[in-house]
């Protein structure tokens, strides 16, 4: 059974960091990408960013509102996602989750399992 | 950026009736575009891609089509277990969108 537990997250003040990370089990974690979103309080979903495959470069894209600041990365020999968050700001206060990409290789984009999600607040 | 339009962004209805959204690209996405199911506290559920590609295990009233611009979803026979949040995500170009959510309510 796949299964995708976020954690890290917690209360910050503008400026400062946090990391959140995704621990993955049932699937050959490898061989996916890994994609991002958040959902902030009343708001839709937000895309955040995506990591492929290290067969296909293990590179990340990220949202234009996060670019900069965040940084996608993976450890394949843990199955662990890491989302690193800097410079944070009231903005970013959402639940985060993590997603597993429907296809193996190159990403579909396309998510086919979800975490549970982890509450980051940002305020002073 | 590509832009997702979806409406209604609340609808209500009754268990077995029939609820149908509808989510409208800024550009032609082909049929790249999904559609999620968010109930509050749990993980999103992946229901449809490719606009009308059933994922597995997906219960057969869920319904996706369209192409180019213009889709939508259809719930048949509506089920307690449906009550929840549904988004469309299109994954033609990065950045990734949603549309904003339709809240599918108990009448």
């Known amino acids: 059974e796949v299964q995708l537990v976020e954690s890290g997250g917690g209360l910050v003040k503008p400026g400062r960091s946090l990391r959140l990370s995704c621990s993955a089990s049932?699937?050959?974690?490898?061989?996916?990408?890994m994609s991002w979103f958040r959902q902030a309080p009343g708001k839709g979903l937000e895309w955040v960013g995506f990591?492929?495959?290290?067969?296909?470069?293990?590179?990340?894209d990220y949202a234009p509102s996060v670019k900069g600041r965040f940084t996608i990365s993976r450890d394949d020999s843990k199955s662990i996602a890491y989302l690193q968050m800097n410079s944070l700001k009231a903005d970013d206060t959402a639940v985060y989750y993590c997603?597993?990409?429907w296809g193996s290789g190159s990403g579909s984009y396309y998510v086919d399992y979800w975490g549970q999600g982890a509450q980051v607040t940002v305020s002073s | 950026d590509i832009q997702m339009t979806q409406f209604p962004s609340s609808v209500s209805a009754s268990v077995g009736d029939r609820v149908t959204i509808t989510c409208r690209a800024s550009?032609?996405?082909?049929?790249?575009l999904a559609w999620y199911q968010h109930k509050p506290g749990k993980a999103p559920k992946f229901l449809i891609f490719?606009?009308?590609t059933l994922q597995s295990g997906v219960p057969s009233r869920f319904r996706g089509g369209g192409s180019g611009t213009e889709f939508t979803l259809t719930i048949n026979s509506l089920q307690p277990e449906d009550f929840a949040s549904y988004y469309c995500?299109?994954?033609?170009?990065?950045?990734?969108?949603f549309g904003g959510g339709t809240k599918v309510e108990i009448k």
């Open positions: 990591i492929s495959s290290k067969p296909y470069g293990g590179t990340a």
């Open positions: 049932g699937f050959t974690f490898g061989n996916y990408g």
């Open positions: 490719e606009a009308h």
């Open positions: 995500q299109q994954v033609q170009r990065l950045p990734l969108t």
């Open positions: 550009q032609d996405i082909g049929t790249w």
């Open positions: 997603g597993k990409d």
